[in-house]
Each structure stands twice: as structure tokens, then as C-alpha cells.
T-cell receptor, first 112, second 114 residues
């Protein structure tokens, strides 16, 4: 069945460091891929998405490219800030049209 | 990690009836729970934020009289879809905050209104 695997956290970085959070997936068909972010004390927010192979989603300096050949959708940011500290979730839409398949989430901690 | 149990996982109901969905945090206390809805092929949409002992905060465009939320205890929040109609058919998912920093998700509920 469909599944999403994220790197385990927490990931701790210094401010201005380069960030990569790995996400790989298993899916039949051609799912859309998402990154959601949850800041402390808040609900989920959609960060970015990609709907087909080779698409690049981007928002707030974050990017992720839909790589069908490696079944990956890694999240990257060139220079992180303390305000990026949050939990990041990778997800894909399953073939039911109703359900997102979620990764377990990766907690990111950015130290000044 | 912490466990959030959402029940039922699937429900089919007749148009005009009401359906209650439960969200329980099994091994932690959650002062805040979130309810989301996903339309087909769309991203998850936050419906409301549920705080224990107080009224839920609804997002713009969400009818509070249609989607009743009760967060009566630190481990239970319920979402009741009142007078359900076919357009309410969707996937509903809850999440519970543990320690105000980490959210854990329920398994989701697929509601079909016929």
C-alpha cells in the first residue's frame, strides 16, 4: 500500500545552516505530494506541494522537488532561521481521493 | 510516540441525520485538539481549534452550527456533523497537541452521506 517515510527527528541546526529533511514514498499511480508544517501551539499549515513528477514546490524559502525516479520529495532550505523551528510533515494523497497518507513528522530545532 | 484514536474510521449515514466523530488522546492530555477536513484531491483544511473547557474557534467559512465541536475533557474532543448532506461527505481528521509543541493525528474518519 501507499506509505510515506520521513527522517526521524529531532533535527537540530544552527541559524543560517542548510536544511534537508528527507521524505520518500511508496505509492501506486501518480500521487500529489505535500509538506505541512506545524509551528508550536498552532495547527497544521500547508507549506508546499507538487502534483506531478519534476514539479518543484516552494514557499517561504523552502523547496521540494517531486522525484519519481527516486520516489522522494526532500524538503530543503538554504538558510534556516529560529522561526523555522516546527514539526514538518510529508504527505501524499492516497488513491481513495479522500485520505492523506502522512509521514510521522520531523521536529526541527533551530538554535540561534 | 503518543497515540490519538479517532472513531469511527468509516461511517455511512442518511441525509438529514447527525453523525458524531470522537477523537481521544490515549496516553497524554491534550488541552488543544484540531479538526481538519479533506476534500477529494485537495489539501487538508483546518476547520476548527478545540480547547478543553471552552468554545471551539472556527476557521472562516466553517459553519459552527453545522459542525458542533465539544472538548469536554483533556482526552476527548467530538465533532458532530448535524443534518448531514451529501456535500458533507469527506475525510475528517483530528490532531491533538502534546505539550503544546507536537501534534499527533487520529486515523481519520471517512464520512459518506447518502
Amino acid at each position: 500500500g501507499n506509505s510515506v517515510t520521513q527522517m526521524e527527528g529531532p533535527v537540530t541546526l544552527s541559524e543560517e545552516a542548510f536544511l534537508t529533511i528527507n521524505c520518500t514514498y511508496t505509492a501506486t499511480g501518480y500521487p500529489s505530494l505535500f509538506w505541512y508544517v506545524q509551528y508550536p501551539g498552532e495547527g497544521l499549515q500547508l507549506l508546499l506541494k507538487a502534483t506531478k513528477a519534476d514539479d518543484k514546490g516552494s514557499n517561504k524559502g523552502f523547496e521540494a522537488t517531486y522525484r519519481k525516479e527516486t520516489t522522494s520529495f526532500h524538503l530543503e532550505k538554504g538558510s534556516v532561521q529560529v522561526s523555522d523551528s516546527a514539526v514538518y510533515f510529508c504527505a501524499l494523497d492516497g488513491d481513495s481521493n479522500y485520505q492523506l497518507i502522512w509521514g510521522a513528522g520531523t521536529k526541527l530545532i533551530i538554535k540561534p | 510516540g503518543a497515540v490519538v484514536s479517532q472513531h469511527p474510521s468509516r461511517v455511512i449515514c442518511k441525509s438529514g441525520t447527525s453523525v458524531k466523530i470522537e477523537c481521544r488522546s490515549l496516553d497524554f492530555q491534550a488541552t488543544t485538539m484540531f479538526w481538519y477536513r479533506q476534500f477529494p484531491k485537495k489539501s487538508l483544511m483546518l476547520m476548527a481549534t478545540s480547547n478543553e473547557g471552552s468554545k471551539a474557534t472556527y476557521e472562516q467559512g466553517v459553519e459552527k452550527d453545522k459542525f458542533l465541536i465539544n472538548h469536554a475533557s483533556l482526552t476527548l474532543s467530538t465533532l458532530t456533523v448535524t443534518s448531514a448532506h451529501p456535500e458533507d461527505s469527506s475525510f475528517y481528521i483530528c490532531s491533538a497537541l502534546s505539550g503544546n509543541t507536537e501534534a499527533f493525528f487520529g486515523q481519520g474518519t471517512r464520512l459518506t452521506v447518502v
